[in-house]
């Protein structure tokens, strides 16, 4: 089944007389409970893929359709809702509040809906996550792979539809990045929880189930299951 689907998506800036094709007629589709890597050189258009894929802009033409839901044609307020129940983001710079503690931080995006934190998944999440133990401390007091651990667990303890993450490994050494890939593929198998990374590092993407390769804000490539079965944590020197 499909969780997401883009069809067409356009996104044109203008810089001075040029017209800059960040996303130039983009469609694809994500499967539940899938692990995607968007993968292209700086410039080629992730962010801004990202950004339409995420609700956080409008496309010039073009859909995203997340569970069914077509979200280009929903209001700022609607969207925010939206956004709210059913997309998770992590990213670089992890984004945690610095005067919260580690459990607040994660259900932070739950309480802020109106909803009561489920308990049992949460700690179920913690668990695999590794950070079980750390519920009490404050974000300085973690490494950057444990606090990259509790944004994970704070984007999916809403149990979003989708997961989106960008350049998640970027502030990491390669044995934690490789540590933390292999966290994300756990999330997306353990927790049938979809998952969409965009990168600029090729080996960091193959660790994904699918790689699609995004040049001049078109899809150049798509490499569906290249590494179905294979461990991610072998892969680590190659990073
Ligand atoms: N607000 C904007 N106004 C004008 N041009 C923009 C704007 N945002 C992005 N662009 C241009 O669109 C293109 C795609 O940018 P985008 O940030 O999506 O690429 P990227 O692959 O994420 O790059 P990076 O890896 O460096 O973050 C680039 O040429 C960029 O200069």
Wanted: glycine share 10%.
């Amino acid at each position: 089944m499909d969780i997401l689907q883009a069809v067409n998506l356009k996104k044109y800036y203008q810089s001075g007389d040029n017209t800059v094709k960040a996303v130039d007629d983009v469609s694809f589709s994500i499967e539940k409970g899938s692990f995607t890597a968007i993968v292209g050189t700086s410039g080629s258009g992730k962010t801004t893929l990202l950004n339409l894929m995420g609700g956080l802009d409008y496309a010039d033409s073009g859909e995203i359709i997340i569970d069914g839901h077509s979200i280009m044609k929903m209001s700022e307020e609607e969207l925010t809702v939206f956004r709210r129940r059913n997309i998770g983001f992590v990213f670089q710079n992890y984004n945690l509040i610095s005067i919260q503690n580690v459990y607040k931080n994660i259900v932070l995006p739950v309480r802020l809906d109106g909803r009561k934190p489920d308990q049992k998944y949460i700690e179920g999440i913690c668990k695999e996550l590794g950070i079980g133990d750390k519920m009490d401390r404050y974000p300085n007091q973690l490494s950057g792979g444990q606090q990259q651990r509790v944004s994970i667990a704070r984007a999916i303890a809403a149990k979003p539809a989708v997961l989106l993450a960008d350049e998640p490994t970027g502030n990491l050494d390669s044995k934690t990045s490789a540590e933390v890939m292999g966290l994300l593929k756990m999330t997306s198998k353990e927790f049938h929880q979809t998952i969409i990374m965009i990168t600029h590092n090729e080996a960091i993407a193959q660790l994904a189930d699918r790689v699609i390769h995004l040049e001049d804000g078109r899809i150049m490539g798509d490499d569906k299951e290249i590494h179905s079965g294979q461990s991610t944590f072998g892969r680590e020197a190659s990073l």
